[in-house]
């Protein structure tokens, strides 16, 4: 298998509290893999060690972007996010009251280098740059169906849109892995439906999604490949119908008493 | 001479700590650093005057005081801070500082702008006197009585803190906000209390200040409030007892920064020790890590 | 409307330009009038921190003091030209910001807004201690006015020609700082809209998505805090050679919060509110300096507005005078297309 990210024995502590223990998996390149689990699971804290917010105590997380594969543990969110891999929230971060257009233009941020003195000078490399990021911004919005609202400002979006809009800034970030928290929480099932079909486009891109969800029916439809974590520990790793038959997975979930599974 | 310098230093201490336990209190219920509280401080010192010059002995007009400022303290959070209990932090600093302007300039329009004397005749006679003397070291009275008054208070405070209901509510809330108010407690009662209590702290070392340097002014506040604050970070912000260390360590080392190293930049050791703390060990002494979180 | 409402705007500009040359001038508004600019100047200077990074600077005028020591210094000891102290100055200040904000921009924003302050009043004790250097509180004065030397252009061009210009009285001076502001403003305005800009907008609405977007938050923060100080410490070089005095105790606390308060007056992050501040708040100082004695109160206890206008302002109108909007930079040419290329497509 082509792994674009390979986590191996990664563990977190926070003071007494251990949040992962020894987690290995691995994301084939181009497939779209489901992290799921019960709440406090440490899904999300999977992501933030992914995405560079976290410092993992223990453990490598290898990322290949293209052919050369690193171990990119600890590295800082900018870092991560500049070797391609970009992220949504469980609990929507917009820049409320900018535009939905500056969300996105501050999503090419990591793509573009005018400093100081260019924006002070005007210079031309520094015009035809911001001319750029305009039209990427513009892409990435009319790609998420957001093209027309690019000048109202983020907090006025619905909810769902307002997901829309973190994806659209997270693939301004021109990401080969695409982390995904939650992304269907809160839509209605028509609005589901469209996240569908729009997490296919980002595929179609050639972007490696990871996604955490909720939506049991949602997950194993279009997951080839499910991680489940249940109090920090990886209990199963297969596709959706070995993962369906786990009897662990089925504790985990009935025994939180939880009816999703 | 060394000997003296460590009691002066001490004194000087115990009068930080009081203040200090007041910010950090306050930081560790609804994490805002109350610019106004040094204010609070200074009220103290004025309204315990007032009184006297009332006729009411020294001890009647220094609890008024303290009622009187611990009333202050909870209106100032009731009326400012409050509203702002959901805006972003930066609202609800910008209006601790007006707030801190703004008592006192209404101090300074009450009380008048030049220094006053603390009023003597108040003063049991024997205050000034030696109470103790080693050697070289004379401890007067007055620092015993401060001594007392100050480690009282502390113990008490402490016994509020970690014996009483409201006391116990005040380190839930400084835990976790959400989950205190989910668990039955009435969130906004105990911030009020907290700004009561560290409050009539203030007022108390208001007064002694007051007492030991006989001089108080509109702006008095304003360097003590940022030395006391200094300790509260020095000891570790939103912890008690770090606050009571962190002023009495501070005030040694300003003592001592004085005598032997340089008398001009007196106040300058304490902002010296804030930035460096700050710098090198946010937490402080007891404190918790105040690295941005992620 | 609109259009009658800018034509008034233009005629009071035009009357403002050319009020210090007319007979009605007086010497007591022309010194008012750039009194107000320099802290036009401030103002803008100061507003990148609150106003775009979120961050509380409770020690901006130690910054300024800087700049006015340095520029004051030069000028007695080398009797530099002020077109050379300008930049010296704002590079000095700009060393102290990252020198200050390095260690201290990881924390989080309150020890940031201690720090600062801690800062201002270190500076304050410099000046005051360091006799040997700033004469401490005495003050430095007799400091050369700005003047224009054109003797390097004669010797260019080989003409023998000694034309020197010294400003005298207010007028040069009204038209020199109306220059510097229409300078800064330019240059805020550019930044406001642009890459820098943007990611610190993005630092102030949400840290963790800024970083996630890729933005450095330490360094986008330290840039931040280092411009502000080198506008800051520009504005005190321009201050020690008008006033051709400075000494320690005009660089108080007191400025700092003056400067703060028109920010959040005019409304935090907007410049064009940072301009309207500093005059509302520098004839509100006059015109308090005038009626408070009357009253019988200290000329400080003006202060006291400025602290309840801070509260009240906060309280009900977190935007200040001038609400942010997210329009605000919506006038640039590029939005401009854009909006053009949206309406032509929901015609079609």
Same mark, same amino acid.
């Given at each position: 298998m082509d792994a674009i990210l390979k986590v191996e024995g990664v563990s977190k502590r926070f003071g007494g509290l251990l +949040?992962? =223990?020894d987690v290995s998996f691995a994301v084939e390149r181009g497939a779209i893999m489901g992290l799921i689990g019960p709440n406090g699971a440490g899904k999300t804290t999977m992501f933030n060690c992914v995405a560079g917010i976290y410092k993992p105590t223990e453990g490598r997380i290898l990322f290949a972007a293209d052919d050369a594969q690193r171990d990119?543990? =600890?590295?800082?969110p900018e870092r991560m996010t500049a070797l391609g891999v970009a992220r949504t929230f469980q609990n929507i971060r917009l820049f +409320?009251?900018?535009?939905v257009l500056d969300n996105v233009r501050i999503g090419r941020h990591c793509r573009t280098a005018a400093n100081f003195f260019g924006a002070v000078l005007r210079t031309r490399s520094q015009r035809a740059e911001e001319r750029r990021i305009v039209d990427d911004a513009m892409e990435c919005l009319d790609f998420v169906g957001l093209g027309e609202a690019a000048?109202?400002?983020?907090?006025?979006?619905s909810y769902g849109d307002q997901r829309r809009l973190e994806i659209a800034r997270a693939l301004a970030t021109q990401p080969r892995l695409l982390l995904l928290d939650e992304?269907?929480? =809160?839509?209605?099932p028509r609005e589901t439906e469209a996240l569908v079909d729009l997490i296919h486009a980002i595929l179609a891109r050639g972007v490696t999604v990871v996604l955490i969800e909720h939506d049991m029916k949602l997950v194993m439809r279009i997951c080839k490949h499910l991680v489940v974590l249940d109090h920090g520990v990886k209990i199963a790793d297969g596709t959706p119908q070995e993962v369906r038959a786990n009897p662990d997975v089925i504790e985990a979930y009935l025994g939180k008493g939880a009816a999703h599974a | 001479m060394f000997e003296q310098q460590l009691v002066n230093g001490f004194t000087l201490g115990l009068i930080y700590a009081l203040i200090a336990v007041g910010y950090t209190m306050v930081y560790g219920v609804? &994490?805002?650093?109350?610019?106004?509280h040094g204010e609070i401080y200074m009220l103290g010192a004025f309204l315990t005057l007032s009184c006297i010059s009332m006729g009411l002995p020294l001890p009647l007009a220094v609890l008024l005081a303290m009622l009187a400022t611990a009333a202050i303290g909870v209106l100032l959070d009731v009326v400012a801070y409050r509203p702002l %209990? &959901? *805006?972003?932090r930066l609202a609800a600093l910008i209006t601790a500082i007006g707030m801190s302007i703004f008592l006192q300039n209404l101090a300074m329009i009450i009380w008048g702008s030049r220094p006053l004397p603390f009023? %003597?005749?108040?003063?049991? *006679?024997?205050?000034? &006197?030696?109470a103790l003397r080693f050697s070289e070291v004379t401890v007067t009275w007055m620092q015993i009585v401060i001594y007392v008054t100050a480690l009282a208070l502390m113990v008490g405070l402490n016994l509020v803190i970690t014996k009483t209901r409201t006391g116990t509510a005040m380190r839930a809330l400084a835990q976790n906000r959400t989950a205190a108010a989910l668990m039955g407690i009435n969130v906004n009662r105990v911030i009020s209390f907290t700004f009561a209590l560290g409050s009539g702290m203030g007022a108390v070392a208001g007064v002694m200040v007051s007492m030991y340097y006989n001089t108080m002014y509109?702006?008095?506040?304003y360097l003590a409030g940022v030395k006391a604050f200094a300790a509260a970070v020095l000891g570790g912000i939103g912890s008690v007892p770090g606050a009571m260390l962190g002023g009495v360590a501070l005030g040694i080392a300003e003592t001592l920064g004085a005598g032997y190293i340089s008398s001009p930049y007196r106040d300058g050791v304490a902002y010296a020790v804030m930035i460096l703390v700050i710098i090198?060990?946010?937490?402080?002494?007891l404190g918790r890590s105040m690295v941005e979180k992620a | 409307m609109r259009g009658a409402f800018k034509t008034l705007l233009y005629l009071a500009a035009a009357a403002a330009l050319a009020y210090p040359l007319t007979?009605?001038?007086?010497v007591y508004v022309l010194h008012v009038l750039v009194l107000i600019m320099v802290y036009m100047v401030l103002a803008m200077g100061l507003n990148?921190?609150?106003?775009?990074?979120g961050l509380l600077d409770l020690g901006f005028v130690g910054f300024y003091g800087i700049g006015a020591y340095t520029a004051g210094l030069l000028t007695i000891?080398?009797?530099?030209?002020f077109w050379l102290i300008v930049p010296l100055a704002a590079v000095n200040g700009a060393f102290f910001g990252v020198m200050l904000g390095v260690?201290?921009?990881?924390?989080?924003g309150d020890y940031f807004a201690i720090v600062t302050f801690g800062f201002s009043e270190l500076v304050v004790l410099f000046l005051t201690n360091e006799i040997w250097l700033?004469?401490?509180?005495?003050g430095v004065p007799g400091i050369a006015p700005v003047s224009i030397d054109a003797t390097w252009l004669a010797t260019l061009l080989g003409v023998d020609s000694r034309w020197r210009y010294a400003f005298r009285g207010e007028v040069p001076y009204f038209y020199l700082g109306l220059l510097m502001v229409i300078l800064v403003y330019c240059g805020m305005r550019r930044l406001e809209d642009s890459r820098l800009g943007r990611a610190w907008l993005a630092i102030r609405e949400d840290p963790m998505a800024a970083a996630s977007c890729g933005v450095d938050l330490l360094a986008y923060k330290v840039i931040a805090f280092a411009v502000s100080a080198g506008i800051g410490a520009m504005a005190g070089a321009f201050f020690a050679r008008w006033t051709l005095f400075i000494s320690?105790?005009?660089?108080?606390f007191w400025e700092s919060f003056l400067v703060l308060c028109m920010v959040v007056l005019g409304g935090l992050g907007n410049i064009n509110g940072a301009l309207v501040g500093a005059v509302i708040l520098i004839a509100l100082g006059e015109l308090l300096r005038v009626a408070l004695p009357r009253l019988?109160?200290?000329?400080?206890?003006r202060f006291l507005a400025y602290g309840l206008i801070m509260v009240l302002i906060m309280r009900f109108?977190?935007?200040?005078?001038?609400?942010?909007?997210?329009?605000?930079?919506?006038?640039?040419g590029l939005i401009k297309e854009l909006r053009a290329r949206l309406a032509a497509r929901r015609t079609a």
């Open positions: +949040a992962l =223990g990119v543990a =600890g590295r800082k +409320a009251s900018l535009t000048l109202s400002q983020a907090s006025s979006l992304p269907a929480a =809160g839509m209605n | 609804i &994490e805002l650093i109350n610019f106004a %209990r &959901e *805006a972003p009023p %003597r005749q108040a003063l049991p *006679a024997f205050f000034a &006197e030696p509109p702006t008095m506040g090198f060990r946010p937490s402080g002494f | 007979p009605f001038r007086d990148i921190l609150p106003g775009f990074c000891h080398y009797n530099m030209s260690p201290t921009l990881r924390l989080v700033t004469r401490g509180p005495l320690p105790d005009m660089f108080k019988g109160l200290p000329t400080e206890t109108r977190p935007g200040g005078i001038f609400t942010q909007v997210a329009e605000t930079t919506m006038q640039s």
